[in-house]
């Protein structure tokens, strides 16, 4: 006949097992002394924990997720405004007309770039009309530029987008595109597109 296992809070020894006091609707709980392994692994979480929490939340050693996103943004940002500040003091307007709009490739990617993004507010063909009537944008076929009509006025408003004086086009402002979605180069690479769209905009302006 098997021996009734002792009964008590909790065992204390290895291999012991007990069969606690308590007792609710029937249900009986047995308790054994867990294994050293077990209860170091536990305790050793417990101290990590601890060590984690003071570092993490308390001391400000180990960064927070929030902080780690804003300083690669903030490195990312500074890249770019590195690049910007690059490229805008190597270009010109002649560097434009002269040397970007006579380079094919860049031409062709500008075009890409437009058709893909600007067209959709200014068409294909420039004119801002689409199939519905007129869009957001202004038309660039119509010889008028609002914002100066130089190479470089034209990049640094695709750029930085709408001064803040202005009231857009029915509302709608040129968002800043070299801030959000397009590279300088890209950038430039569109306006040298518009170049050979539209050269007798730019016809009077001289080699470098």
Not at 15 to 26: A, N, Q, S, T
Not at 88 to 97: G, I, N
């Amino acid at each position: 006949m098997s021996q009734e296992p002792k009964r008590g809070h909790f065992a204390k020894a290895k291999g012991e097992i007990i069969l606690r006091e308590h007792e609710f609707d029937g249900i009986q709980e047995y308790d054994q002394k867990l294994p050293n392994w077990w209860l170091f692994t536990f305790y050793a979480a417990i101290v990590w924990f601890v060590c984690h929490w003071a570092l993490y939340y308390q001391a400000g050693v180990m960064q927070t997720p929030q902080q780690f996103i804003v300083q690669e943004i903030t490195k990312i940002q500074q890249a770019k405004d590195a690049e910007v500040a690059k490229l805008v003091a190597e270009l010109t307007d002649a560097k434009f007309v002269h040397g970007w709009a006579k380079d094919p490739e860049r031409v062709a990617a500008g075009e890409g770039t437009f058709l893909t993004i600007c067209a959709q507010c200014h068409a294909a063909d420039l004119s801002a009309k689409g199939p519905n009537g007129p869009l957001p944008g202004l038309p660039l076929n119509d010889h008028k530029w609002k914002f100066g009509g130089k190479p470089m006025d034209i990049f640094k408003l695709v750029m930085y987008g709408s001064p803040p004086e202005s009231t857009g086009n029915n509302g709608a402002k040129m968002q800043a595109w070299g801030q959000t979605q397009l590279s300088p180069k890209q950038v430039a690479e569109v306006v040298s597109y518009l170049i050979t769209k539209l050269p007798e905009d730019f016809k009077d302006i001289p080699p470098p």
